[in-house]
């Protein structure tokens, strides 16, 4: 029979082991939402992760897409969802959502999305946070500027100047 303060020691041990394999299960499912080549049916169970990071990380895989994305768009992390708001290829109903989210930083990635539609725009330049108008005017410029470009303006045109002739 062990000693009891041996016993202690056996049960840490034991309880330290338990620990290190829910480390390792979470480490593993991060690795999996951050891979490419991680099909987007595993991609979109990750979205279900208890995990706030594996989440996040399942945001930024450009491999995810459609169901996951928009479970991503609800999630409770701010974080996340504002991870969602800067790529490039969620649905617009997925932008329109998140464009009426109550983190300013989410409604402001929206604002400077390329693809966000143009009456969400609308809408977040009435924004009542500074911090979302300033990205719906620099998401303006942006816009103007790569209009111009494509119509054949200098590089380094205004793009007040060419808001004014349009």
């Known amino acids: 029979m062990t000693a009891p303060c041996e016993d202690e020691a056996l049960e840490r041990d034991r309880s330290r082991g338990r620990e290190e394999a829910a480390v390792l299960w979470t480490t593993r499912e991060q690795v999996l939402a951050a891979r490419r080549s991680t099909p987007w049916y595993q991609l979109e169970a990750l ?7 594996t989440r996040l990380r399942v945001a930024r895989n450009p491999s995810a897409q459609g169901d996951a994305l928009v479970l991503l768009a609800r999630d ?91």
Request: overall charge positive; glycine content about 6%; hydrophobic content about 45%.
């Open 47 to 53: 979205a279900r992760s208890r995990d706030a990071v």
């Open 76 to 166: 409770a992390d701010p974080e996340v969802r504002e991870q969602v708001a800067r790529r490039t290829d969620p649905s617009a109903a997925v932008l329109t959502r998140l464009g009426a989210d109550a983190s300013a930083a989410v409604r402001a990635a929206v604002a400077r999305n390329p693809a966000t539609p143009g009456e969400v725009l609308r809408a977040l330049a009435e924004d009542p946070h500074h911090g979302v108008r300033f990205a719906v005017q620099a998401s303006q410029r942006q816009r103007l500027r790569a209009a111009g470009e494509q119509a054949g303006a200098p590089r380094g045109a205004d793009p007040d100047a060419l808001a004014a002739t349009a």
